[in-house]
């Protein structure tokens, strides 16, 4: 991506620059956050046309309600620290005619966003491929930044993962293992007591839910592998994970279980049960994390619902 499009700080070396750890690592008081997901430019009218596997050649409609999104962001008060799109950041795959345009013009539309708001991103399926190669991971992290990476915001650590990396990673093992071990380095340190950073709570944001309802439910293309989704909620239960983001399902689900919250976001872009396009509010307290899904045009005029608001002046 060539530098005058270089409208975030990108994350680089597993570290996201827009948030650092030193002074971002001391709590700090309550804050907010906006979890988005699935903006998939191209995605509504190739649903429309049944015609999911194609690239879709249309894509004005998610333009328009991506620049909503960040409209209605742009207005909260007070600001929030930053907001992440849980991946399926465009719907056309790695290497097929539509890629470009979409990534192109999703950048454009998130150019409006006010500078305070640093800008997260997760890579997603569409992103990657659903069999993602070291190819189209290169790709994505020369057009969006690294595909995992963590960084520290008013006291909280967040861990941003590939999640294609545990559904299949058949064509490129050796990057799954380099994950595998980061992230065992990640959560043992936000665990250990001779840290020098204790985290007031961890929070992960991936694509692909751990699970829609129950971490039981069966095998589907909407969650991880029973095998690969038992061994994730043992390893962040014990690292204390508050909660785990996500999108990918484009409807709102999820659940919470032993402690943990998997939340799992509706999209901003096409919407396939009976959500409306929003985006998710999480509000950061001493003791919780507290999120709400709020529809683009609730957010727009009405901001913040009035109880969430209230957490933020405690």
Same mark, same amino acid.
């Given at each position: 991506?060539?530098?005058?499009?270089?409208?975030?700080?990108?994350?680089?070396?597993?570290?996201?620059? &827009? %948030? +650092? #750890?030193?002074? #971002?690592? $001391?709590?700090?008081?309550?804050?907010?956050?906006?979890?988005?997901?699935? /903006?998939?430019?191209? !995605?509504?009218?190739?649903? =429309?046309?049944?015609?999911?596997?194609?690239?879709?050649d249309e894509w004005a409609e998610e333009v328009e309600l991506t620049k909503r999104a960040v409209e209605a962001v742009n207005q909260l008060r007070p600001r929030p620290r930053f907001m992440v799109l849980c991946g399926d950041l465009v719907h056309a795959m790695p290497d097929t005619p539509y890629r470009g345009g979409q990534e192109r013009d999703l950048k454009a539309a998130l150019?409006? +966003?006010? /500078?305070?708001?640093?800008?997260?991103?997760?890579?997603?399926?569409?992103?990657?491929?659903? +069999?993602p190669t070291p190819s189209t991971v290169e790709q994505y992290c020369s057009a969006w930044g690294d595909d995992y990476f963590s960084f520290w915001v008013g006291g909280v650590l967040c861990l941003v993962l590939n999640s294609q990396l545990f559904y299949d990673d058949s064509a490129c093992p050796q990057l799954k293992d380099a994950q595998e071990k980061? !992230?065992? #380095?990640?959560?043992? =340190?936000?665990?250990?007591?001779?840290?020098?950073?204790?985290?007031?709570? $961890? %929070?992960?944001?991936?694509?692909?839910?751990?699970? *829609?309802?129950? /971490?039981d439910e069966e095998d589907d293309y909407f969650n991880?592998?029973?095998?690969? =989704?038992?061994?994730? *909620?043992?390893?962040?239960?014990?690292?204390?994970?508050?909660?785990?983001?996500?999108?990918?399902?484009?409807?709102?689900? &999820? &659940?919470?279980?032993g402690g943990l919250d998997m939340v799992v976001s509706s999209a901003i872009g096409c919407q396939l049960g009976d959500d409306?396009? &929003?985006?998710?509010?999480? $509000?950061?307290?001493?003791?919780?994390?507290?999120? =709400?899904?709020?529809? %683009? #045009? @609730? *957010?727009?005029? @009405?901001?913040?619902?009035?109880? !969430?608001?209230?957490l933020l002046q405690a």
């Open positions: 991506m060539a530098e005058s499009d270089d409208i975030f700080l990108r994350a680089k070396h597993r570290i996201y620059t &827009g %948030l +650092t #750890e030193d002074p #971002e690592s $001391v709590w700090n008081g309550p804050f907010c956050f906006i979890q988005a997901a699935d /903006p998939q430019l191209g !995605l509504m009218k190739a649903w =429309r046309d049944g015609d999911c596997d194609g690239g879709g150019k409006g +966003t006010d /500078p305070s708001i640093p800008l997260v991103f997760v890579s997603g399926n569409h992103d990657l491929g659903n +069999t980061w !992230l065992e #380095e990640q959560l043992s =340190r936000s665990s250990s007591s001779s840290s020098s950073m204790v985290p007031k709570h $961890v %929070l992960v944001f991936q694509h692909i839910p751990l699970y *829609l309802k129950s /971490p991880l592998q029973k095998g690969v =989704r038992q061994s994730l *909620l043992d390893r962040f239960k014990k690292a204390g994970v508050k909660a785990v983001f996500s999108g990918h399902y484009h409807r709102n689900a &999820g &659940g919470c279980h409306t396009h &929003g985006v998710r509010v999480v $509000v950061v307290t001493a003791d919780s994390v507290i999120h =709400r899904y709020h529809s %683009l #045009e @609730q *957010l727009r005029t @009405q901001g913040i619902d009035e109880d !969430l608001r209230k």
